[in-house]
């Protein structure tokens, strides 16, 4: 049920969870979480609350 989970995006693929899948299905982690960090992003990306917050802080920063 956990990789059901991951691959229908209701729960993350961590650490713990790449290196069971390597070594039961003899996937390397790396690629997995890289995989992961990709969602993340685009997710993060996706927020405009967020995107709007990294706004501001980009102006605040270039003021300083």
Do not use: C, H, W
Not at 33 to 55: I, T, V, W
Request: hydrophobic content about 45%.
């Amino acid at each position: 049920s956990a990789l059901n989970e991951i691959l229908n995006g209701r729960r993350p693929l961590t650490e713990r969870t790449a290196l069971l899948f390597e070594a039961v299905l003899g996937i390397d982690a790396e690629p997995l979480l890289s995989l992961q960090m990709d969602y993340n992003l685009r997710k993060m990306r996706k927020d405009s609350s967020f995107m709007e917050k990294l706004a501001q802080l980009r102006k605040v920063a270039a003021i300083l």
